[in-house]
């Protein structure tokens, strides 16, 4: 069972993207659940693992094997049944007797922004007393590696995944749009007149990689960059920021 839950938000997987608060949450934590997301991917989980140590905790560490989606679902029913066994497992690795005080999860980006931590949370059988340490978010991280603002002059921001860009296209009245969880470089969907674009991975991490400029010219290099990347690392976290003239 677990009573607390503290979910702290890491940015973009640099130690720097972590507050001080959240350090502090780390050190006082009882417990510190780590999720191991597969061949390819255990430098996730090294980030992690360096963090935490950076924070000097003494804090139980304790991992746990992230489950695979079943891709024969519907996207929504999928995500539900991950979800529920997310949950599940994070109550296995604790084990029989639980946690003896806090349990701290170490959230990519920030807990309230495109990420389900909470709402997994409210799957357990006794939901616990969240509590959420913002971190750096990855739109932070991507605006002040291209020292660029987020918004124009009173202008609107609006923030989407690639799956609606791909499927809905360009959101009526948008300026400028800051678009999450794109694995298919969905502004190859858009009509690029007038529009520019700013991308970037692995944001705040020595293997940082950038790009940007008018979308019919950038589009090419940001697709064959994120794919050698991609291969490179075995994973990517990227994001991209668009606006039209």
Avoid at 61 to 77: A, C, G, H, N, Q
Avoid at 174 to 179: H, K, L, P
Avoid at 231 to 238: K, N, T, V
């Amino acid at each position: 069972m677990i009573e607390d839950l503290w979910l702290i938000g890491i940015g973009t997987g640099s130690p720097g993207h972590v507050t001080g608060e959240g350090m502090q949450a780390l050190r006082d934590a009882a417990t510190i659940l780590v999720p191991h997301k597969g061949a390819g991917k255990d430098d996730l989980a090294e980030l992690r693992r360096r963090i935490i140590a950076a924070s000097g905790t003494a804090a139980r560490i304790i991992t746990f094997d992230y489950p695979v989606r079943d891709p024969d679902l519907p996207y929504i029913e999928r995500v539900d049944a991950w979800h529920d066994q997310i949950a599940a497992r994070w109550q296995a690795a604790l084990g029989p007797g639980g946690a003896d005080g806090p349990v701290a999860l170490l959230v990519w980006g920030d807990p309230s922004l495109y990420d389900s931590t909470m709402r997994i949370a409210a799957r357990l059988p006794a939901p616990p007393q969240v509590r959420v340490v913002p971190g750096i978010t990855a739109i932070q991280a991507l605006t002040a590696a291209h020292a660029i603002p987020l918004n124009t002059i009173n202008g609107p921001v609006q923030i989407t995944t690639g799956r609606r860009l791909r499927d809905h296209g360009w959101p009526e009245d948008a300026e400028t749009i800051v678009v999450m969880l794109d694995g298919e470089c969905s502004f190859r969907n858009l009509d690029p007149k007038g529009v520019t674009i700013w991308w970037g991975a692995f944001l705040g991490m020595p293997e940082q990689v950038l790009h940007h400029g008018a979308l019919a010219d950038a589009a090419d290099p940001i697709e064959a960059m994120r794919k050698a990347a991609r291969a490179e690392h075995g994973w990517i976290m990227d994001i991209y920021l668009l606006r039209r003239r």
